[in-house]
């Protein structure tokens, strides 16, 4: 039996989240999906917050939660929390607010203020501990109620989309010292986000959600390499294509043949990367097996390149050099090519 | 400024209905000014009735906010916080003494405490305790009208903090006590100090309930309001004197509060 043990059944009108989640202390869990998918109720069910219509919630060998039976309010959990609004205490300190989870367990003032300094310390705002939230940057604000929420020592940390409402640059100084404060975090963390960064350089696990559902359960790695659902190979930024595969051609939806070097047989996913895909005026002639004739939808800076969206079956993504993209004369609306290697293309069956 | 300087000049359809509502408003107070007999004035403060009176205003009034906070305060983070079957008609009970004439509100007082009184009966009879016509019974009188006006301002005050820090206090391990008075309420305090001055005003007004329920004597339940009311049957001059009396320290304590909390009640 695993520490965390979760089935989380809620229901709302016209739409049921049926989620299944064990975690060991140690796991960052990433929760991953388009908007709308669950992940927020996840937590809020997982904090006692959202009540369950059905499943059951077990720490270890204490039951949270039992759908209608057993329901151990949120105080008694010891879930500490992080919002993407931060929600510090406006009319408290820094320093009391990071002090409040301590003081309500009933630690002495004295002691309860130390282990509060103690964290802001570790987060890096320690000198900053007599300031109201108002007086604090958005980061800094996030800091500190990160530091409230370990200070409590919460044994399942849960944080919503912590770093969405800071500047990029501040996201990705922090980003990288929150991977650092989960990894060394003894109880288990739970991270929604929708940002793929998050997931894969916080996360030792992600979870897939769509439609109220886990559609995939794996290490970053395997996710980000064999996305089961479009909203995932998006957010890794992979083309994924579905079809049915037969050795290594694979029988798109539309009609057409996708030819790979990997054999696999049943529905599958074919994925493979923006810049595998090349983009000419003309219909290319090469030994590229693999060709769609496409009209550009939009095109950003991507990095160093430019990424080419496309109306190519349910939309496909290409990097190419800003040098080309001037020779093409890419722009929305123009007409192009687009070729992939078979060599290029990852195929594995759907689960 | 400007951005009204851009949509065009002000209507006069809009400007001149507003400006007789200042006239009206202004007029019986300038009048009032004119009218007053600035020499009897000071001499109508040395009376013992009127410092009697000034004192027992201050004083109930100042009890009667007492009563409100400790006891409207739960009331109102009940209507704001908890859901329960009824709510809906507790509030609706809640609002009646705001619309209910203070006269009927004195009436109904004295059928529930006066000696014959569904309580006050019982407590005459068991322990000899005689709430009418007494000091306790302005207080109470001034509480019965005073505190819809503080619940629902609180009320107001507590729906606006988003519930949301009651979730995070939640997280960190407080109770629902520890949440309400460390988060809850200090969220809420400018609506809870807009609440005491709003049914402190309205306490130190008081006329109708307080001369039926608690009857007018002076030094127990004579308030200024009361004392204007038996002066101008005899002495209208003595009346006015009184009347800016009671309109200086109303204003008075108001301009005070106002410069610490009421600007930041309003302005949430």
Not at chain 1, 218 to 244: F, K
């Amino acid at each position: 039996m695993s520490s965390l043990d979760a089935h989380v059944v809620v229901r709302r009108p016209g739409h049921t989240l049926d989620v299944q989640l064990q975690a060991e202390p140690g796991d960052v869990v990433a929760v991953i999906g388009p908007n709308g998918a669950g992940k927020t109720t996840v937590l809020r069910a997982l904090a006692g917050i959202v009540p369950l219509d059905e499943g059951a919630v077990r720490w270890q060998d204490e039951v949270w939660e039992r759908a209608g039976r057993v329901r151990v309010p949120t105080q008694e959990r010891r879930v500490g929390a992080v919002f993407q609004d931060m929600l510090l205490f406006p009319h408290l300190s820094a320093l009391a607010n990071a002090a409040f989870g301590p003081r309500s367990r009933g630690i002495r003032r004295a002691e309860a203020s130390r282990t509060a300094q103690e964290w802001l310390d570790r987060l890096g705002v320690g000198d900053l501990a007599q300031r109201r939230p108002g007086a604090l940057s958005g980061g800094q604000q996030q800091r500190v109620a990160i530091a409230r929420a370990l200070a409590a020592e919460p044994r399942l940390l849960l944080l919503d989309e912590p770093l969405s409402a800071l500047d990029v640059g501040v996201a990705m100084a922090l980003r990288v010292e929150l991977a650092g404060h989960l990894a060394a975090f003894d109880g288990i963390s739970v991270l929604v986000t929708h940002d793929a960064l998050d997931a894969m350089t916080i996360a030792n696990r992600v979870l897939v959600l769509d439609e109220g559902r886990v559609v995939q359960d794996g290490t970053p790695v395997e996710v980000a390499r064999r996305p089961h659902t479009e909203h995932v190979a998006r957010l890794v930024g992979l083309n994924v294509l579905r079809g049915t595969s037969s050795g290594t051609d694979v029988r798109m939806r539309d009609g057409t043949t996708l030819v790979s070097t990997t054999p696999a047989r049943g529905d599958v996913n074919a994925c493979f990367p923006p810049a595998a895909v090349t983009l000419t005026v003309t219909e290319p002639t090469g030994s590229a097996r693999n060709r769609w004739p496409g009209t550009v939808t939009s095109l950003a800076p991507h990095g160093s390149a430019v990424r080419v969206h496309l109306d190519v079956a349910s939309g496909l993504i290409a990097d190419v050099t800003p040098a080309s993209a001037a020779q093409l004369g890419l722009a929305p609306g123009r007409t192009v090519w687009a070729t992939v290697k078979a060599t290029e293309i990852r195929v594995y069956n759907r689960s | 400024m400007s951005r009204s300087a851009a949509l065009g000049r002000v209507p006069v359809r809009l400007i001149a209905p507003a400006a007789l509502a200042v006239a009206f408003l202004l007029l019986p107070l300038v009048s009032l000014l004119v009218h007053t007999p600035w020499t009897r004035l000071v001499s109508e403060l040395g009376t013992g009735a009127v410092r009697d009176a000034l004192l027992l205003s201050l004083e109930t009034s100042a009890l009667a906010m007492v009563v409100a906070a400790v006891l409207g305060t739960p009331l109102a983070w009940l209507l704001a916080r908890v859901s329960f079957p009824g709510h809906s008609l507790l509030r609706l009970l809640v609002t009646v003494p705001l619309v209910l004439p203070p006269v009927v509100a004195g009436v109904a007082l004295l059928t529930a405490l006066g000696r014959q009184g569904l309580l006050g009966q019982p407590l005459f009879n068991g322990f000899g305790i005689t709430v009418g016509f007494t000091t306790v019974a302005v207080v109470i009188a001034h509480a019965f009208v005073a505190l819809p006006f503080y619940v629902i301002s609180v009320e107001g005050a507590l729906r606006a903090a988003d519930p949301e820090y009651d979730v995070v206090a939640a997280t960190l391990g407080a109770d629902r006590w520890t949440v309400f008075h460390r988060v809850t309420l200090p969220l809420a305090l400018p609506g809870v100090f807009a609440g005491l001055v709003l049914g402190w005003a309205r306490s130190l007004g008081e006329f109708g309930a307080t001369i039926t329920f608690a009857g007018n004597f002076r030094g127990t339940t004579q308030t200024l309001p009361l004392l204007v009311y038996q002066r101008l049957q005899a002495d209208q001059d003595a009346a006015i004197a009184v009347s800016v009396i009671l309109l200086a320290t109303s204003l008075l304590v108001l301009a005070l509060l106002r410069e610490r909390w009421f600007t930041t009640a309003v302005q949430q």
